[in-house]
């Protein structure tokens, strides 16, 4: 079974602070991404990447940044955390796009933040 | 640039009756649809995904979606629900050959004994 894993399922940080979210996949996959949930809202992408040192942004890049050193770690970074970063984060991973099971993604359990 | 509409965010649902969460998309281009499922505090599940083929698809808890290209939609249905079937639906989009997915805000379905 595919399994991924974030670092924390809850975090409290205050205003100001650099955030480090861990995401790690054990099957191989080529592609990560990082999305942000928030009620009303569903699933807003982040970042994704499609191979190790890679980085594309999504539809809401802005106060984030990202890494991806290891082909498995996927870390999303918030420079300078903010009120409006409180909210779930998930991360998720699927296979090479040139193959047509990769549009599946598999997620973690997210990791919910509170900026204070 | 293709975009999901669940048109409905939340649905409750009596034990045993039937159910359809409605998903529409816009796209010119072929797509690859899927339905997420998300239980109280956790992440999402896939629960099925139409890539090609026969249109209607299903999942091995009794759910399906059937893939309908000229009303561009994807609606979930199941003819008995349970409890256990309270959870947050997603339906989400691909172009073909080409990622991320696009989500929709989201269904949140609620079983009432």
């Known amino acids: 079974d595919v399994k991924v894993t974030q670092s924390s399922r809850y975090l409290v940080k205050r205003t100001g602070e650099k955030v480090f979210l861990e995401c790690v996949q054990d099957?191989?996959?080529?592609?990560m991404f990082w999305y942000r949930q928030d009620p009303g809202l569903g699933l807003r992408l982040i970042y994704f990447?499609?191979?190790?040192?890679?980085?594309e942004k999504g539809d809401i890049p802005e106060g984030y940044s990202v890494s991806r050193e290891k082909k498995e770690r996927f870390s999303l970074i918030l420079e300078s955390a903010s009120t409006n970063q409180t909210s779930m984060y998930l991360c998720?991973?699927?296979?090479?796009?040139?193959?047509?099971?990769?549009?599946?993604?598999?997620f973690g359990p997210g990791t919910r933040l509170l900026v204070l | 640039a293709q975009s999901v509409t669940q048109l409905d965010s939340q649905v409750p649902v009596f034990e045993e009756a039937p159910v359809e969460l409605r998903c529409n998309y816009s796209?010119?281009?072929?797509?690859?649809l899927f339905w997420y499922v998300q239980y109280p505090n956790q992440g999402l599940q896939l629960l099925l995904k139409?890539?090609?083929?026969?249109?209607l698809v299903e999942s091995i808890n009794g759910f399906e979606a059937e893939f309908n290209k000229s009303q561009t939609s994807f609606h979930l249905r199941k003819p008995s629900v349970h409890i256990s079937d309270t959870a947050e639906y997603f339906c989400?989009?691909?172009?073909?050959?080409?990622?991320?997915?696009?989500f929709g805000k989201g269904t949140r379905l609620s079983v009432i004994a």
């Open positions: 998720a991973s699927s296979l090479e796009r040139t193959d047509r099971d990769q549009e599946t993604q598999y």
């Open positions: 099957m191989d996959h080529e592609n």
């Open positions: 990447s499609y191979d190790v040192k890679m980085k």
């Open positions: 796209s010119s281009v072929s797509v690859y």
């Open positions: 139409y890539l090609s083929g026969s249109t």
């Open positions: 989400a989009v691909t172009l073909v050959g080409n990622t991320p997915l696009v």
